[in-house]
């Protein structure tokens, strides 16, 4: 096939989605920094006196500080070979809570 369509090395070659297998420290700031915002909304909703069975929920996670690297750097998944990923492998990770683990991992 010739023209503009052809396939070329670049095309065929490297990865389609270039994400790294390793969080960089600047990464894992970020993270570090968005639990602690978390943290801080819970505590102020707290504090301001409203009662939900979501901030009880929430209550019961543990703090940023509370939590093992391994809690916050990676996520509890059946299909690795070693039942954890690295949370920036996950996708909407900011959105959800990664904090619970299954029992044993």
Avoid at 17 to 30: D, G, M, V
Avoid at 49 to 74: C, F, I, N, S, W
Wanted: zero cysteines; proline letters at 8%.
């Amino acid at each position: 096939m010739f023209g503009v369509f052809r396939p070329s090395s670049v095309n065929f070659g490297g990865l389609l989605w270039k994400s790294p297998w390793r969080l960089s420290p600047t990464r894992k700031a970020n993270q570090r920094h968005r639990l602690k915002k978390v943290d801080s909304v819970i505590e102020a909703i707290q504090q301001s006196g409203v009662q939900l069975r979501a901030l009880t929920k929430a209550l019961a996670l543990p703090k940023e500080h509370e939590m093992p690297a391994r809690d916050k750097y990676t996520t509890f998944n059946r299909k690795s070979p070693k039942f954890r990923k690295s949370v920036h492998k996950v996708p909407k990770f900011t959105r959800i809570t990664l904090r619970e683990n299954p029992k044993g991992f």
